[in-house]
């Protein structure tokens, strides 16, 4: 099939199997010309393993710290004229990248939050791995099936107490304009709690540890945003943020428990679920001007080597007074955000490619789905029915 990206908003709908692999092979590329990271885990699992953030931490522990991994996903292969999703792909790429190198890596594609997954994760661990090192959890989802009340929750992006009007861009027609979200009612913020909160991680933590597959000092982490004043009210003081206030809480709950749970507050990039969030398109577009400017832009593998180097397994980690690993410190420097402040009410339809990296962001969402690669011959045909050695698929 000849593959090329059918864009609407914040969702590409085709995915290029050779750009995804492309992709993945850059980060690998990535990982494998840092320094080693010291102490390293050897059996990792990672829950939202197939794209963003979770799939750079997979490759970060693969191909960073020679770790056997497994990878939860949920993700759709190929079917009659479809392509698969790009998670599909990534999670191909990534298996042969480590069936090549004799790595260890089996991969479960399902619903993370079922408990049907949760158990079949462990009978693969107790299996393969024995205990795991680290549990990495970098689930984003708009939805969650309750596994015990059989519920169906929805998030929403909203504001909490107040109207929010703002501008914001229209990626499709490359418009800035204004945009006014309506504050969330109780049962929207519940929701949302109950979706990206920390409830599934926990969860996840409770199994595992009464399954006896976490190793003495076995840590698990968990990825967070917090930001700063320009996506503060719909994120960080917004239903979002109500969800990740609750990760904060869990993590302080399972430490006094005695597991090594973290959060980690990573920076904003160009991810499926972040090009969802209303403020974030127009403030990586104008973030990644400023950034690329001072040398110190960062995608997620940049961020998750640091994260693994200088903070998880780093003696002297860098924590916030909450107890958070924080590498997002490049992005927050004072100079960065007063700067995006001072563009924000600047920012025109006529010069938002001027003033912001309006491109750098398109381009970056299209590489999400493996389009725009130099090295991929686009008119060539691929097939597209890519196979993941070895998965464990729970959705047929
Ligand atoms: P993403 O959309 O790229 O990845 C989401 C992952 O979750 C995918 O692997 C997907 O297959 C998996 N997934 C979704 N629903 C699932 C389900 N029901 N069962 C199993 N797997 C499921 O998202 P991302 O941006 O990498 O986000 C990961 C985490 O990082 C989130 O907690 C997010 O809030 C956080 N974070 C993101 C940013 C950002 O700018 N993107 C910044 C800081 C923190």
């Given at each position: 099939?000849?593959v ?35 102490n ?9 393993a ?66 049907a ?13 024995g ?30 107490g ?7 861009l ?47 000092g076995?840590k ?21 943020g109500a ?11 399972l ?51 640091r ?17 958070r690993?924080?590498?997002d ?8 955000q ?29 590489k ?9 011959d ?11 050695n070895?998965?464990?698929?729970l959705?047929?």
């Amino acid at each position: 099939m000849i593959v090329n990206p059918r864009v609407k908003g914040f969702i590409c709908t085709t995915a290029h199997p050779a750009g995804c692999r492309a992709n993945v092979d850059e980060q690998i590329r990535f990982i494998r010309e840092q320094a080693p990271i010291a102490n390293a885990p050897k059996r990792v699992l990672v829950i939202g393993a197939s794209t963003g953030y979770g799939l750079a931490s997979r490759i970060t522990a693969a191909f960073g710290c020679n770790a056997r991994t497994i990878g939860v996903f949920f993700e759709k292969p190929a079917s009659r004229n479809r392509t698969a999703s790009a998670g599909w792909y990534n999670s191909a790429a990534f298996q042969c990248a480590a069936d090549n190198a004799g790595l260890y890596a089996k991969s479960i594609n399902g619903d993370a939050f079922s408990d049907a997954v949760k158990e079949k994760t462990i009978e693969m661990i107790k299996a393969d791995l024995g205990q795991i090192d680290l549990l990495v959890y970098s689930l984003a989802s708009p939805r969650r099936l309750h596994p015990v009340t059989g519920t169906l929750h929805s998030s929403v992006l909203k504001p909490i107490g107040k109207t929010v009007t703002q501008i914001g861009l229209d990626t499709d027609r490359e418009l800035i304009k204004s945009f006014t979200l309506q504050p969330a009612v109780q049962q929207e913020i519940d929701d949302t709690v109950v979706v990206m909160g920390a409830d599934d991680w926990e969860r996840w933590v409770h199994q595992l540890s009464e399954a006896g597959v976490l190793a003495p000092g076995c840590k698990t982490t968990v990825y967070t945003y917090i930001g700063e004043k320009v996506t503060r009210d719909i994120y960080w003081d917004g239903t979002i943020g109500a969800a990740k206030k609750d990760l904060d809480r869990a993590a302080a709950m399972l430490s006094s428990n005695g597991v090594e749970a973290s959060v980690s507050v990573l920076k904003a990039v160009v991810t499926q679920s972040s090009a969802a969030i209303p403020v974030m398109p127009l403030y990586l577009a104008l973030l990644f001007k400023l950034m690329k400017q001072d040398g110190s832009h960062e995608g997620c593998i940049e961020q998750i080597y640091r994260l693994f180097s200088e903070c998880l397994y780093n003696t002297d980690p860098r924590l916030d007074e909450g107890g958070r690993n924080r590498v997002d410190d490049r992005e927050t420097r004072h100079e960065i955000q007063a700067e995006v402040e001072k563009l924000w009410p600047q920012v025109t339809t006529e010069n938002l490619n001027s003033i912001s990296d309006f491109q750098g962001f398109r381009a970056e969402f299209l590489k999400l789905f493996g389009f725009g690669l130099t090295e991929i011959d686009y008119e060539t045909d691929f097939d597209v029915d890519v196979k993941i050695n070895g998965l464990l698929d729970l959705t047929q």
